[in-house]
């Protein structure tokens, strides 16, 4: 028996092709690492500057890996994401000399504290707009560790100069500026806490010239 069958319009037609994904990850059992700079290139932030991030973005965000370790992974168009000096901030993308390699989970992998889609791959969510993403990301980096100061500082733990100066602690002076101790990407977390303490307190407002 013959039966017949009824295409959609023809604009409804292009409109579920044009938001079909051009790229879905080929793994379905596990993380694979997969090269930067072929189907995409990833931005890298630090859990306190990238969750900022993503709340700034909000619905502007394309898809997002959370690693298993805390760390945001934004995927961008190839080429887009130029290195701009933001702290605890990295751009993936392949190199002249070496390739580099994101470890990116099956799609289905949504939740739970193993490596995952934060923001899961769609046709709405795929790649975010490198441009926002860095302004996004700039913000999140004066909010989390105030004015990136003049020159290099010294590191609290190695005693090496860091072109990434993370304010660990702010102490209160006679002075309007209290003295601000330092620390690089990876000595940051180690620095051991006195107390809880914000970093964008009045002390450290004053520091960047803001009001209270």
């Known amino acids: 028996m013959a039966t017949s069958t009824t ?6 037609e292009r409109g579920h092709a044009a938001r079909a994904l ?3 990850p080929p793994n379905t059992a596990d993380v694979e690492a997969l090269p930067a700079g072929k189907w995409w290139d990833a931005v890298r932030a630090a859990p306190t500057v990238g969750e ?12 997002v890996i959370q690693d298993k370790h805390g760390p945001l992974y934004w995927l ?6 130029t290195s701009r000096h933001l702290r605890q901030v990295r751009v993936l993308t392949e190199l002249a000399d070496e390739s580099t390699y994101l470890g990116v989970p099956p799609a ?6 193993r490596t995952h889609w934060r923001v899961p791959l769609s046709a709405d969510h795929y790649l975010t707009d490198a441009w926002k993403l ?20 010294l590191c609290y733990r190695c005693r090496l100069p860091t072109d990434e100066p993370i304010p660990v602690e702010v102490e209160d002076g006679r ?11 990876t000595h940051a977390p180690l620095y051991p806490k006195r107390e809880p303490r914000s970093l964008t ?11 209270r």
């Open 108 to 113: 289905s992998w949504t939740k739970g504290r």
């Open 52 to 63: 900022r991030a993503l709340h700034l973005l909000g619905e502007e965000t394309g898809a």
């Open 7 to 12: 295409r959609p319009p023809a604009g409804e």
């Open 175 to 185: 002075s309007a500026v209290g003295k601000v101790t330092y620390a690089c990407p």
């Open 22 to 24: 051009p790229w879905t």
């Open 134 to 153: 860095w302004e996004a990301l700039a913000e999140a980096d004066r909010a989390a560790y105030g004015r990136v100061p003049d020159g290099r500082q």
């Open 201 to 211: 307190s009045a002390t450290t407002a004053e520091h960047e010239g803001r009001p």
């Open 76 to 81: 961008v168009a190839v080429g887009t994401a």
